[in-house]
């Protein structure tokens, strides 16, 4: 992973400051990710309540990956405009839950993009070359998956138990760069054993209105050497990377 310099550091503090406290006048400036050839940025969407992330591709193609909560249509709207988000190609849903599925309504009827929310164990899929999406795990109407692109591997948990951890110990995760907790990182998991088996360097943990992540997690997580980016605290996450190597940005 390679690191960020101090002035694209400001620059990107500067742009969303702008955008979380503008003024009533103000148009809101947008942040262009300058994306060549196969590069790809994640974008892990700080909303007030629920989970969003955007898969935008050098070639043009986006995809959102859920939808956040019901309440967050205005803020999901703002972060798209910030982010030069004209078309959404694709919607992936990994839940039902109204945190994951609150806006979807507000983003077909705008966007019209192709639905994936039906997964099985076996079922692979291709958003677009290079970038290979697999269901580990698929339980009570959620699916927790692996997100390759290159050499980059997003684990992307949508279950807390010790089922899904002994299932997942048994794969080639070894690999894994950046681990979605699931449930907001408000419950005990994942646990020490799994944590040494996928060995990742980032977590991610998204906002849930009015709860805070467990602390005995989060001192896990330190205890294991992983940056952990909460989006109630760093604001925007920005994974920018290509078929070799990433760079994690936040502001």
Same mark, same amino acid.
């Given at each position: 992973?390679?690191?960020?310099?101090?002035?694209?550091?400001?620059?990107?503090? %500067?742009?969303?400051?702008?955008?979380?406290?503008?003024?009533? +006048?103000?148009?809101?400036?947008?942040?262009?990710? %300058?994306?060549? &050839?196969? &590069? %790809?940025?994640?974008?892990?969407?700080?909303?007030?309540?629920?989970?969003? !992330?955007?898969?935008?591709?050098?070639?043009?193609?986006?995809?959102?990956?859920? !939808?956040?909560?019901?309440?967050?249509?205005? +803020?999901?709207?703002?972060?798209?405009?910030?982010?030069?988000?004209?078309?959404?190609?694709?919607?992936?849903? !990994?839940?039902?839950?109204?945190?994951? !599925?609150?806006?979807?309504?507000?983003?077909?009827?705008?966007?019209?993009?192709?639905?994936?929310?039906?997964?099985? $164990?076996?079922?692979?899929?291709?958003?677009?070359?290079?970038?290979?999406?697999?269901?580990? #795990?698929?339980?009570?109407?959620?699916?927790?998956?692996?997100?390759? #692109?290159?050499?980059?591997?997003?684990?992307?948990?949508?279950?807390? $138990?010790?089922?899904?951890?002994?299932?997942?110990?048994?794969?080639?995760?070894?690999?894994?760069?950046?681990?979605?907790?699931?449930?907001?990182?408000?419950?005990?998991?994942?646990?020490?054993?799994?944590?040494?088996?996928? $060995?990742?360097?980032?977590?991610?943990?998204?906002?849930?209105?009015?709860?805070?992540?467990?602390?005995?997690?989060? &001192?896990?997580?330190?205890?294991?050497?992983?940056?952990?980016?909460?989006?109630?605290?760093?604001?925007?996450?920005?994974?920018?990377?290509?078929?070799? &190597? #990433?760079?994690?940005?936040?502001?």
């Amino acid at each position: 992973m390679k690191g960020v310099d101090g002035l694209q550091w400001v620059l990107f503090f %500067m742009l969303v400051n702008s955008l979380m406290h503008p003024s009533p +006048e103000e148009h809101i400036q947008k942040i262009d990710m %300058m994306l060549e &050839e196969e &590069e %790809m940025a994640i974008i892990f969407l700080p909303l007030s309540d629920g989970e969003a !992330t955007l898969f935008k591709h050098a070639s043009g193609k986006t995809v959102l990956l859920n !939808t956040g909560a019901p309440h967050t249509e205005r +803020e999901l709207k703002r972060w798209f405009e910030q982010f030069h988000v004209t078309e959404i190609d694709e919607l992936i849903l !990994t839940s039902d839950d109204r945190e994951y !599925t609150g806006n979807v309504d507000w983003v077909m009827k705008t966007y019209e993009p192709k639905v994936i929310k039906e997964w099985k $164990d076996s079922k692979k899929y291709e958003p677009f070359p290079n970038f290979k999406i697999s269901p580990l #795990y698929v339980a009570h109407g959620d699916v927790t998956m692996s997100l390759q #692109y290159g050499r980059l591997r997003l684990l992307y948990m949508a279950h807390a $138990d010790d089922d899904v951890e002994q299932k997942l110990m048994k794969l080639p995760l070894s690999d894994v760069n950046i681990l979605k907790i699931a449930h907001f990182g408000l419950v005990d998991y994942p646990r020490t054993s799994f944590l040494k088996h996928v $060995d990742p360097q980032v977590a991610i943990i998204f906002k849930k209105h009015g709860s805070w992540p467990n602390e005995r997690l989060l &001192e896990r997580l330190y205890a294991a050497w992983i940056d952990c980016y909460e989006t109630s605290r760093f604001g925007v996450i920005v994974v920018k990377c290509n078929l070799k &190597e #990433y760079d994690v940005m936040t502001f």
